[in-house]
């Protein structure tokens, strides 16, 4: 399995970016593909995830209303639409993905994770 980020960069306070996960190397019917953050010095911090195969999502209280998760079957490709972006945003995004049975929240049940892509926010 591989993934891969990317789309992160530089933006000011308010505004937006996409990021996208390419996915390869199995089937992820019946996976979890989520999202989680890491800033220095902190821990991995879950932000949002999705179920490939219905597409039920969940999100971080934090980032609830502005950020959305999205999956494209037949690109094998995963989003993070983030918008009103802040500047406590700033982090290094890593996308992952796993067969979850319990706490999608928590980054030691996924399996397989991409090197991430860095967001900085600026005030």
């Known amino acids: 399995v591989q993934l891969q980020a990317s789309g992160g960069g530089l933006v000011q306070a308010g505004g937006s970016l996409r990021l996208s996960c390419a996915a390869s190397g199995r089937s992820f019917s019946g996976y979890h593909m989520g999202w989680f953050r890491q800033a220095p010095g902190k821990e991995r911090r879950f932000v949002a995830s999705i179920t490939w195969s219905r597409g039920v999502t969940d999100y971080d209280d934090f980032v609830k209303g502005r950020f959305t998760i999205s999956r494209d079957h037949d690109l094998n490709m995963v989003y993070l639409q983030m918008d009103n972006l802040k500047p406590e945003d700033t982090a290094v995004y890593l996308c992952?993905?796993?067969?979850?049975?319990?706490?999608?929240?928590?980054?030691?049940?996924?399996?397989?994770w991409g090197k991430g892509t860095q967001v900085t926010v600026s005030s």
């Open positions: 992952a993905t796993g067969l979850i049975i319990g706490d999608q929240g928590d980054p030691r049940n996924y399996d397989y």
